[in-house]
């Protein structure tokens, strides 16, 4: 078997990494609604499962490294945990509650918080789930324009949600949800990322650019050219 390899999948739509456990979490959009886990050690399938029956389209992933729960949001309006030992649905939060469909979400591990935006023609929100009750707290709503993406920093406790039509990056305390500040990165800002070791947010743009933020100031460092103006740059790591 070689270092590097490909995992054919007919449609994989949102991804996870636990480095802890090097485990990669793959999200098959159209199989419909199936997981799959792979090694990050020696790229084999550890196992697959299925959401529910009829699969909905998953829209994004993530890892609570503490409790060790994933999180799977959906096209349908739905968050279904996971547990990460035997890999099954321990619930399925917020149907005919959130919004349809769920863009984007956030983990804090160590607030056990989970954050989730909404965006679009149907739905222009944040709601919280408690990951100890599955409580939704919300939605709120100051600030955001079609949210596109969300990002908790766990070091400050600040959420960082990108608005593509608002051309902001709105910041909410992680613990009240209020809006503490708006940075204005202009264009259609989609993805956000953190750099922890230099205190940067990176927000990929689709005006073709990619806008760094310093963390401390709120003040835009760079404005990088990565593409063609309507290129649509999406995600980034």
């Known amino acids: 078997m070689g270092r590097y390899q490909r995992f054919f999948l007919s ?15 793959v999200a098959a959009a159209n199989e419909p609604g199936t997981m799959y886990v792979y090694s990050a050690l020696d790229e084999s399938l ?39 030992d035997t890999f099954e649905v321990e619930a399925v939060i917020g149907e005919g509650v959130f919004p349809n469909p769920l863009n984007a979400l956030a983990v804090n591990s160590l607030t056990n918080f989970i954050y989730i935006v909404s965006g679009g023609q149907f739905a222009n929100e944040m709601n919280v789930v408690n990951g100890a009750t599955n409580e939704i707290i919300g939605p709120f709503t100051e600030g955001l324009v079609n949210p596109s993406d969300v990002i908790v920093d766990e070091r400050t406790n600040l959420v960082y949600v990108t608005n593509t039509e608002g051309g902001t990056v709105t910041v909410y305390d992680g613990n009240t949800l209020a809006l503490v500040d708006t940075i204005v990165v202009n264009g259609s800002p989609n993805r956000v990322e953190i750099d922890p ?25 760079a404005e990088i ?7 649509n740059p999406v995600t980034i790591g």
Request: glycine fraction near 6%; charged fraction near 15%.
């Open 225 to 231: 050219p990565v593409a063609d103006s309507g290129s």
């Open 46 to 84: 550890i196992t697959q499962f299925a959401l529910s029956t009829p699969g909905p389209n998953p829209e994004a992933v993530e890892i609570n490294f503490t409790t060790n729960k994933l999180y799977v949001t959906t096209l349908t309006g739905r968050l279904f945990v996971v547990d990460g």
């Open 11 to 25: 449609f994989a739509f949102a991804i996870a990494v636990d480095p802890y456990r090097n485990y990669v979490y």
């Open 197 to 221: 070791l230099f205190d940067e947010l990176y927000v990929t743009n689709a005006d073709g650019y990619v806008t760094v933020i310093d963390e401390n100031t709120s003040e835009i460092i």
